[in-house]
């Protein structure tokens, strides 16, 4: 249900047809001002500042390289889609240690990484890698994406193929 959701935005936002997919495009035509910033803490990745119904703004920290800030807009995105209710005034901070930790408790955090994992690792784009029987690493700098984050799309899609499997089998592209 979340996929066909991102995959809704994706086209709705016109991403779907660019692989790599363009968080910074998308955000662009939601009408969300990204900034480059660094941030106070270490740990925070990025931060959603909704001052009114018409203006969002993220900021996203610059520390980090180019595959780490897509995933993090994306994640930003995420929350801003799914979880944010435009007509309220919010801040969001969103912090390293609660992302992709399911031990953490927080199921959000959880949410909107799948989010950024269906919008910047698309199916057909990874179906094209598989058959191209690219490493992952190799499949995460032509998508630009983490490396732990393919790991992560794999898992997912074989826990979907294969529901009954035991999700503590990490499977692997070689």
Request: charged share 20%.
């Amino acid at each position: 249900m979340l996929e066909s959701k991102v995959k809704a935005l994706s086209l709705h936002y016109g991403a779907q047809a660019h692989v790599p997919v363009d968080p910074f495009l998308i955000a662009s035509k939601a009408h969300i001002t990204v900034y480059h910033t660094d941030c106070e803490f270490s740990d925070r990745f990025g931060i959603i500042r909704t001052k009114n119904e018409k203006q969002t703004l993220f900021y996203l920290a610059s520390n980090w390289d180019q595959a780490h800030q897509r995933f993090f807009l994306a994640h930003l995105l995420g929350h801003y889609f799914l979880h944010l209710n435009q007509e309220q005034h919010a801040d969001r901070y969103c912090r390293i240690r609660y992302n992709s930790d399911p031990s953490a408790g927080y199921p959000e955090e959880q949410e909107a990484d799948e989010f950024a994992r269906f919008l910047l690792i698309p199916s057909h784009a990874l179906s094209d890698c598989l058959n191209q029987r690219l490493s992952v690493e190799e499949i995460a700098t032509h998508l630009m994406v983490p490396s732990a984050q393919v790991k992560a799309r794999l898992n997912e899609l074989k826990r979907a193929q294969n529901p009954s499997a035991d999700p503590s089998i990490r499977g692997q592209v070689s």
